[in-house]
């Protein structure tokens, strides 16, 4: 299986912040990676795929970059919504792996 | 839009099956690959395993022993069943739509639609 390993773990920012979650792959994934938004008690909503594009309807201030083992996720300006927890998952193959996630909290 | 909707029972007892269904509405169960995934209290996504609609299956090796995830087209359904189930086994779980999207000169896998999830307890 394919290990992803998410850092950091947590982080707590303000609003307007640049905040930068890092994501590796165990192995050579390409750009086979996804990011994901979760909030309490919510299910995860989609913000990335394939490492750089942008899921419909997801605000700019969303970005991801890389490929090969390391990505990263950048929010450029934090805003209040932005607060969540954060996860990669790789679709080069299955099964299906997710990061332990990464949760941004408020400063 | 599609929509998706897990049902099942909300409390299991130890050993026994869990079952959840999912029901897809505003779109045809005809297409892409379907999805389970799960999340014990305060942890991380696990992904229990996909289907495609044609039938065919991939599981988690860590569970491929105990889980079941078939499709009823007629219904626009795909179900999820668990054997033997313990405490470990005590999560929210979510069902999801994972869409082929175009990019790169290619297509990539993204679970793009979620159910809101249901809550299975396992105990006695």
């Known amino acids: 299986d394919i290990q992803m390993t998410q850092s950091p773990s947590s982080l707590s920012a303000s609003v307007g912040d640049r905040v930068t979650i890092t994501c590796r792959a165990s192995?050579?994934?390409?750009?086979?990676l996804n990011w994901y938004q979760q909030k309490p008690g919510k299910a995860p909503k989609l913000l990335i795929y394939?490492?750089?594009n942008l899921q419909s309807g997801v605000p700019s201030r969303f970005s991801g970059s890389g490929s090969g083992t390391d990505f990263t996720l950048t929010i450029s300006t934090l805003q209040l919504e932005d607060f969540a927890t954060y996860y990669c998952?790789?679709?080069?193959?299955?099964?299906?792996?997710f990061g332990q996630g990464t949760k941004v909290e408020i400063k | 839009q599609v929509q998706l909707q897990e049902s099942g029972p909300g409390l299991v007892k130890p050993s026994e099956t869990l079952s959840l269904t999912c029901t897809v509405s505003?779109?045809?169960?005809?297409?892409?690959?379907w999805t389970w995934i799960r999340q014990p209290p305060g942890k991380g996504l696990e992904w229990i395993g996909n289907?495609?609609?044609?039938?065919?299956?991939n599981y988690n090796p860590t569970l491929k022993s105990r889980v079941t995830i078939s499709v009823d087209m007629s219904k626009n359904q795909f179900s999820l069943k668990l054997s033997s189930v313990t405490a470990a086994d005590t999560a929210v779980y979510y069902c999801?739509?994972?869409?082929?999207?175009?990019?790169?000169?290619?297509?990539?896998?993204?679970?793009?639609?979620w159910g809101q999830g249901t809550t299975v307890s396992v105990s006695s």
């Open positions: 394939a490492a750089s």
């Open positions: 998952q790789q679709s080069y193959n299955t099964p299906r792996t």
């Open positions: 505003g779109g045809s169960i005809s297409s892409h690959y």
């Open positions: 999801a739509r994972e869409g082929a999207i175009a990019a790169a000169g290619g297509y990539y896998y993204g679970m793009d639609v």
């Open positions: 289907l495609y609609y044609s039938g065919s299956t």
């Open positions: 192995q050579n994934i390409s750009t086979y």
